[in-house]
């Protein structure tokens, strides 16, 4: 938690050896959790330069767009990187691609095709399992676009939704809804398809909601997407308590469907996930259990929306004060 002597530290090691690119990548996060935006987005770039960046780096022959050239009559394409949920928080920023005179190009994987499609009408979206794009003049990656547009993040307040699900397929989930009770209905997910040891303390244990799942005059609604059988069995064993989980919706590939189930809901409470940052896109309340000392707990990697509240934990804390803050907050929906 000692962010700047982190940063300090992190420098020196940069002076003795500046080409160090993990060194650069973690100062980044130091920065951005200590809310030195801009600093921290220059260092970001240096995610290109390490072992894992190489490997998925794309090279154009197309020069790099930083934000300061002119696009004119010009084509630019962004191109996807990282997990969905990245690339969800980041498409935040897709709606200062605005201007008439320039053409835009998104490239993103296929299960983000359909929601972005519906959400940007003024950018062409292709997906990019499908054959290299080269019809362009300059190329972003989307985690850069922060950058590209950093003096408007930093001023911008999201006031409105920016994901835009299919109209009919939300009312057909609010039917489906309105099939189980009056509600509230509370979508839940409790960690990522990928636990690894070092993700893991941005994550929960499903026991560790057992005071949120008392509440009984709620409707909760599974969003987790894999590995939630024997989680969901444990809770209706434990507490008595069902999680309802819809066997009809593929919540790791059926983006687009997910964002309408989550657009029916009365809120979210999500650890940081791409079910969060969906659930914040539109516009739903959105409560995100969060490590404060993670490398994700910042302006550009949290979810971003109208409605999002935060609670954070300490490294060496447990979760239970925060679950009491969350219980309060999903208690007062039945009032």
Same mark, same amino acid.
């Given at each position: ?63 790099l767009w930083t934000g300061s050239e002119s696009l004119k009559n010009k084509t630019l394409l962004v191109w996807g990187e990282q ?71 930093? #001023?911008?307040? +999201? ?5 835009? !699900? ?6 057909? @989930? &609010? *039917? ?14 409790? #960690?990522?398809? +990928? ?5 893991? !303390? ?6 560790? @909601? &057992? *005071? ?124």
């Amino acid at each position: 938690g000692k962010l700047n002597k982190a940063i300090e530290t992190y420098k020196k090691a940069i002076s003795i050896e500046p080409n160090n690119a993990s060194a650069h990548k973690f100062l980044s996060f130091a920065f951005l959790n200590n809310d030195q935006f801009i600093e921290g987005l220059e260092e970001y770039e240096w995610r290109w330069k390490t072992p894992q960046g190489l490997k998925v780096k794309r090279d154009f022959s197309q020069p790099l767009w930083t934000g300061s050239e002119s696009l004119k009559n010009k084509t630019l394409l962004v191109w996807g990187e990282q997990g969905p949920q990245d690339m969800i928080i980041w498409s935040s920023c897709l709606r200062y691609l605005s201007n008439p005179d320039e053409r835009y190009l998104l490239e993103c994987p296929s299960k983000l095709t359909p929601l972005f499609s519906r959400s940007f009408p003024n950018i062409e979206v292709r997906e990019n399992e499908k054959n290299e794009i080269k019809d362009f003049n300059f190329h972003v990656p989307m985690g850069s676009l922060y950058r590209c547009f950093h003096s408007k993040v930093l #001023k911008r307040n +999201i006031n409105e939704a920016f994901l835009k !699900p299919d109209p009919l397929r939300s009312q057909y @989930w &609010k *039917n489906v809804l309105k099939s189980l009770g009056k509600g509230p209905f509370v979508g839940v997910s409790w #960690k990522s398809p +990928i636990v690894t040891t070092d993700r893991m !303390p941005n994550y929960t244990d499903i026991m560790e @909601w &057992k *005071n949120i799942f008392s509440l009984k005059d709620v409707n909760f609604i599974n969003l987790q997407s894999t590995n939630f059988e024997n989680d969901l069995d444990k809770v209706k064993d434990t507490l008595g308590t069902k999680i309802h989980h819809f066997e009809e919706l593929d919540h790791y590939d059926n983006l687009d469907d997910v964002s309408a189930l989550c657009q029916s809901l009365d809120m979210c409470v999500s650890v940081s996930t791409a079910v969060a940052a969906i659930a914040a896109g539109v516009g739903i309340p959105t409560i995100v259990p969060t490590w404060k000392q993670s490398s994700w707990n910042n302006i550009l990697l949290a979810p971003q929306g109208p409605n999002v509240k935060y609670y954070e934990r300490n490294t060496w804390d447990s979760w239970d004060e925060v679950f009491a803050k969350i219980y309060i907050d999903v208690r007062n929906l039945t009032h």
